[in-house]
């Protein structure tokens, strides 16, 4: 099979988010896979001159390997379509629902999709937080309304520790998000283009799948496919997949899931541009169900040509 595509692209790396390290990772696996299979490609270390480096670079095609703010909730994809460069990955509105937790928990109970009890928190709340919702109770987990990576997460198991995960999670943002603990099996669905890939099962060494055990060898375990009964492991595709296409995503994502003690799923959130480093979940996902790193990146490049032509 030849080329799927001779325009040049840019991989979009790095970027000004707090993922700017892992994002370097995922655009140098994928700049390699490029290369390795003959597309013409050059790498991209996103500033704020980007569109500068584009043009420098006579980029016709991007890549987007950025994670967190400004790369995956749709600023940068706003930039591309602007200068009319078409892009691997979710569309802006798509972008931006799916990095604020907040307007994709909303879209997802409006679709009675299940989602667990959650809050919104603004730092004028404070002092009286529980006045807001006195029915959720310990253990919590509160974290930034806008980030991935699980950067700024925290559990909390009673009141004493609030003040610090508090203060971490407004670090990034003005508003913050208070969800109830729930006790279960981590499963993340891969999607590619309209179909689940597969789920997978995390099982960290930490306390949560939290920023280091995601990016660091051994830090957890990963089972594929995850050990669910087998209705249940089909009903978690299926809610993968609609999660997905209510928040309107396409080429490709990673859904993250939450399987209880009496195997009800409920979602947490939807990555529209997933980790491509070689500890990352999609990859893991398409390998066990026979796609090579390569062939993915070049299916993720065939399904943002076709919403292209």
Not at 102 to 119: A, R, T
Not at 141 to 146: N, T
Not at 229 to 249: D, F, I, R, T, W
Request: aromatic fraction near 8%; charged fraction near 25%.
């Amino acid at each position: 099979m030849g080329l799927v595509t001779e325009k040049k692209i840019g991989v979009l790396m790095g970027g000004l988010s707090a993922e700017r390290e892992v994002s370097l990772k995922s655009g140098d696996a994928i700049l390699k896979a490029l290369k390795d299979m003959g597309y013409n490609a050059a790498g991209i270390d996103v500033g704020r001159d980007l569109a500068d480096g584009l043009k420098q670079e006579k980029i016709e095609f991007a890549f987007i390997a950025l994670h967190g703010r400004y790369g995956e909730d749709g600023a940068v994809q706003g930039m591309l379509e602007i200068m009319g460069i078409p892009y691997t990955g979710s569309g802006i509105a798509a972008s931006a629902l799916g990095m604020n937790k907040v307007f994709s928990k909303k879209i997802f109970e409006f679709h009675k999709l299940p989602v667990g009890q959650y809050m919104i928190l603004e730092k004028k709340d404070l002092k009286d937080w529980k006045g807001k919702d006195s029915s959720l109770e310990f253990p919590v987990v509160v974290k930034p309304v806008s980030e991935g990576s699980s950067v700024g997460v925290s559990i909390v198991s009673e009141e004493k520790g609030l003040k610090d995960a508090f203060a971490l999670a407004f670090k990034y943002g003005k508003e913050i998000l208070i969800e109830k603990y729930i006790k279960g099996r981590e499963i993340q669905v891969g999607i590619l283009g309209k179909r689940p890939l597969g789920a997978i099962e995390i099982i960290p060494k930490r306390q949560f799948y939290d920023y280091e055990a995601k990016y660091t060898a051994n830090m957890s375990e990963h089972i594929f496919p995850a050990r669910l009964p087998e209705q249940v492991y089909n009903e978690a595709l299926e809610l993968g997949l609609k999660a997905h296409s209510v928040l309107g995503c396409k080429g490709y994502s990673r859904v993250d899931l939450i399987i209880d003690s009496d195997n009800r799923p409920f979602l947490l959130e939807v990555n529209t541009l997933p980790g491509m480093t070689n500890v990352s979940l999609l990859p893991e996902i398409a390998k066990g169900v026979g796609i090579d790193f390569n062939r993915l990146v070049e299916m993720i490049l065939m399904e943002a040509l076709k919403e292209d032509n």
